[in-house]
């Protein structure tokens, strides 16, 4: 079935989504990384990026907080480019593990496996995959030029989060080199786990979210700059990733609830991609249990359900410029 929606309606979908959802009150922001304590509760912003590269706005969207886990799939994306999907599903995996994203059983349940580059475990091995090996100056270059050219905009880290991050991630030197055990990090295990604290700590604003959003649902070429970031054959492959574990052990009610894939951040961030159409992001820091923006969640599923739209719809999506 055809469904035709018009910027206009998305632009109003958008507005009255953020004007719903503003007020919501509950969860709490992430207090185990003293940083992200003290991030005002109050911010909030909504954006969304066409595939044809219209963009709209709304609230705090050009504040700067940290991507957190939403820099995992900017990375995995990177990985894909420098080794395939056959090498990263071989190293890495591409499972749910149905589990907290710090899990440690997660890699014991998995017969030593990371599961997935969108959980911690995943993640730092997927910074010790990143080209050139031994080079944490020339890995870091290759992750943080990624950010930009996924982004449409240049990033950079928010070094009281590196600093506060890297203070307080025994979880995560655990993982490593537990990880380590299962030859499961492919270069140095100390220089892993710092890129993967340092790619957490770089600041984004949810307008820079909604164009890499944007560039992955537009097959790989961002709308905003036209730069082909990525091949088109890996757009799916991200994706799914996305869609089977972007809310961790919560990702199969939101599919159920929202109808886009989509990743989140302790930072209060949300990306979501909705293929061919666009991009869309939300930030608001109070968490719930899980980890996961309240307020952001509640924005991309009222802008979801103010246009009707959903990923397993069956709807063959135009959207048209008044």
């Not at 504040?63 to 090498?87: H, M, N, P, R, W």
């Not at 799916?236 to 869609?243: D, F, R, V």
Request: net charge negative.
């Amino acid at each position: 079935m055809e469904k035709i929606i018009t910027h206009s309606q998305i632009k109003q979908a958008v507005e009255d989504a953020y004007a719903e959802c503003r007020n919501i009150t509950g969860g709490k922001n992430a207090n185990y990384i003293p940083f992200l304590a003290n991030v005002d509760s109050n911010l909030f912003g909504l954006s969304v990026t066409l595939n044809d590269g219209t963009t709209f706005n709304v609230g705090d969207t050009e504040y700067k907080f940290g991507v957190e886990s939403i820099s995992k799939v900017l990375t995995a994306i990177l990985v894909l480019k420098q080794k395939g999907a056959e090498a990263v599903l071989k190293q890495i995996g591409a499972d749910a593990t149905g589990l907290p994203f710090n899990s440690i059983f997660a890699i014991l349940l998995e017969n030593d496996h990371p599961s997935t580059p969108l959980v911690n475990a995943g993640a730092i091995t997927a910074c010790s995959m990143v080209e050139p090996k031994g080079d944490s100056w020339g890995k870091w270059e290759a992750i943080i030029n990624n950010f930009t050219d996924l982004c449409g905009s240049e990033s950079q880290v928010l070094d009281e989060l590196y600093r506060s991050e890297s203070e307080t991630n025994f979880n995560n030197r655990s993982i490593a080199w537990l990880l380590k055990n299962y030859n499961r990090i492919y270069d140095d295990v100390d220089m892993s786990l710092d890129l993967y604290t340092r790619q957490c700590s770089v600041g984004v604003t949810s307008s820079q979210l909604a164009a890499c959003a944007a560039t992955i649902a537009n097959g790989g070429v961002n709308p905003i700059t036209k730069k082909e970031v990525f091949a088109k054959e890996l757009a799916p492959k991200i994706t799914t990733l996305i869609s089977s574990v972007g809310f961790y052990q919560n990702t199969g009610d939101w599919l159920y609830t929202s109808g886009i894939p989509a990743k989140s951040g302790v930072g209060g961030g949300v990306l979501g991609v909705f293929p061919g159409v666009m991009g869309i992001a939300a930030f608001a820091p109070p968490l719930d249990e899980a980890g996961n923006s309240v307020k952001a969640q509640a924005a991309v599923k009222a802008v979801m359900k103010k246009l009707d739209l959903g990923v397993f719809n069956g709807d063959n999506i135009t959207v048209k410029a008044d």
